[in-house]
């Protein structure tokens, strides 16, 4: 089985940053892609940013120039630096990883449990 583990969510001032990490584990052949969603109450889960295997990057309009996705330093992790964070940034952070499993040959979607970031003062 495979399982997104996820880190660094909180509470934080306007203007200041967070950093989230994400470890993918498990019986991992190959992850071909990680990204960070969001998510707020009444509001359809959002794409924030992607990553490939390959090290292409997208980003939601949104977080351009203030977020930066990365991968971890360790094996299958993925990092998001938020930085210059607004009210509206505010939601449940989902990490979502496209996953081919030792026990398959075609790759399957994971999810992480979420985590709640906060921008208020």
């Known amino acids: 089985q495979v399982q997104l583990v996820e880190s660094g969510g909180g509470l934080v001032q306007p203007g200041r940053s967070l950093r989230l990490s994400c470890a993918a584990s498990g019986s991992i052949f190959m992850i071909n892609v990680m990204g960070w969603y969001r998510q707020t109450p009444g509001k359809q889960r959002e794409l924030v940013a992607v990553?490939?295997?390959?090290?292409?990057?997208n980003y939601a309009d949104s977080v351009k120039g203030r977020f930066t996705i990365s991968m971890g330093n360790a094996k299958n992790t993925v990092v998001l630096q938020m930085n210059s964070l607004k009210p509206e940034d505010t939601a449940v952070y989902y990490c979502?990883?496209?996953?081919?499993?030792?026990?398959?040959?075609?790759?399957?979607?994971?999810w992480g449990q979420g985590t709640q970031v906060t921008v208020s003062l």
């Open positions: 990553i490939t295997s390959g090290g292409s990057t």
């Open positions: 979502n990883a496209l996953v081919r499993p030792r026990i398959s040959s075609e790759a399957l979607d994971y």
